[in-house]
């Protein structure tokens, strides 16, 4: 298989499509947006652990993509890899500091999907990228394992791919669905707090 060069645009896989049009017709609502924030107790190096999360995150693609609409259509393109200098955010208002920070939308055309933010939580932007790219997060910021990772690169597939008029009616009616926000658990008091959205 012949790599797809990365310095134009970039078809979107059909997940992609949902949540670049659900990010539009919504105007940036974070209804699709996974949060997860953890409290940990101890002594820790913030910084270090910041910079841990942009280290390991800098160069995967799906981090480094933006979304925009050209001429009609949607695409994607990849900026240069950068890493943003991490800071010590302090605050007495806990919950407040991370509804803000749960509730702020993505700017998917200048922002990356995942989002490690000052406030050292990694946001990850809808639930787009799904498990496995949740598990090649959690991989990267934990010890490797061995277990053989493949990537399937839709730029690839989208030019040879002929999908069958069930798959097309299916992302057809699925694409149409209106977004329906939910909330999981909210704890602030012990070690986890998850907002979640389906």
Same mark, same amino acid.
């Given at each position: 298989m012949t790599?797809?060069?990365? /310095?134009?645009?970039?078809?979107?896989s059909y997940l992609e499509k949902e949540m670049l049009l659900n990010h539009l017709i919504y105007d940036g609502s974070p209804a699709g947006k996974m949060n997860f924030v953890c409290k940990i107790r101890g002594d820790i190096n913030v910084e270090a652990l910041a910079n841990a999360f942009q280290q390991a995150t800098?160069?995967?693609e799906v981090?480094?993509?933006? @979304?925009?609409?050209v001429e009609g259509r949607v695409v994607r393109s990849q900026r240069?890899?950068?890493l943003e200098i991490p800071r010590v955010v302090q605050t007495s208002n806990l919950s407040s500091f991370v509804h803000n920070r749960v509730t702020k939308p993505f700017d998917l055309s200048?922002?990356?999907l995942g989002r490690c933010l000052n406030s050292h939580r990694y946001t990850q932007a809808s639930h787009i990228s799904g498990g496995y790219l949740a598990r090649v997060g959690v991989i990267m910021l934990a010890e490797l394992n061995e277990l053989s990772l493949t990537y399937i /690169? +839709?730029?690839? +597939?989208?030019?040879?791919?002929?999908p069958d008029s069930r798959a097309?009616?299916? +992302?057809?009616? @699925?694409?149409?669905?209106?977004?329906?926000?939910t909330q999981a658990g909210i704890c602030l008091g012990s070690l986890v707090m998850i907002s979640g959205l389906l």
């Open positions: 790599p797809v060069l990365r /310095d134009g645009h970039l078809p979107l800098v160069d995967i981090f480094r993509t933006r @979304y925009h609409v240069v890899p950068t200048t922002e990356p /690169d +839709w730029a690839q +597939w989208a030019e040879n791919a002929q097309l009616f299916f +992302w057809s009616s @699925y694409l149409s669905k209106q977004l329906v926000q």
